[in-house]
């Protein structure tokens, strides 16, 4: 499947864009949808590949993720994990074999032994998401950002330490200060060719609610991506995953700060500005609209937190009339 003049592309990370894909499902084919998914956040532990962005979509859409985490898969059990704590005892100082500190469901395992064992026969990561997302039943299009490894490496104010996402996030439960943030590899990693094409040739490109440092950040660090976003900009609408000055889920509100951002709608629009015409904002944010448009955007007022009852696809149904006005 190619992207085509009726197609929607949407930019993602994890939960907000999940939730935004499945309500997008009301109002618009599946089988014209793609999803170009964040990948800087993968990691590699026991030596399987995880992939969490895409898994977090590909479980959501199945109707499959636990809704309490907002990630792995509901009715998890959690065998494997609590037999590798019996290691720890025996395990040498210095080992970083059998980690406890992120956590595995035995089913959620299933996925990453698939994806691993593929990887190892030589399938790309963007062949081995279609047979996971087909396995599941899914018609949408999901696709990494890139074949080649990027990895989100985050700068700690108080440890003066840089670590990879997932200890940041996981580990250390994203309660600290953070200092700056890289994309390793992103400058070397080109997209593939069908994100190429979904970002040039769909209709409507969506930026997702998803936190737009270090879930958006990662893809508009490929090479070509923010040019390619600049050159469609009026078809591009992106949806503000800040609402009244608040993350709808995660850091992003925190980082935003400490990464000299300002948390709050307008400080999204000035982050997407240059790529994207307009900046979708819940009503609780209607006071913003023209410090909104001062910053370079046209601002979309509709309630946008999908927790709440109907959201979801009046949400949806207007980000792309917004980008077909
Ligand atoms: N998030 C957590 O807060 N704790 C976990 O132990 C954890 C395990 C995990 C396993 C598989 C997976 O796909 C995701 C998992 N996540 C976990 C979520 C994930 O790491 C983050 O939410 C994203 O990377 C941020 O988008």
Redesign the pocket.
Known sequence: MSATARSVTVLC???GAARFLRALANVHRVSDTTAVINTG?DTVLHGLH?S??I??VTYTLAGAIDPER???LRGESWRAMEALQRFALVKPTGSEAAPTW???GDR?LATHLYRTARRAEGASLTAVTAELAAAWGLEQQLLPMSDSVVSTMVSLREEAIEVP??EY??KRGHNVLVDALRFAGAAEAPLTQPARSALVDSEVVVIAPSNPLV?IGPIRALADVDDLLAARRESVVAISPIVGGVALK?PADRMLRELGHEPSVVGVARLYAEIASTLVIDPVDEASVAAIEAAGMRALVTPSVMSEVNVGPELARRTLAAARR
């Open positions: 990370g994890g939960v956040d995880i969490p962005d898994d977090t907002g990630w792995g992120f956590n595995l959620d996402f997932q996030f996981v879930s995660g």
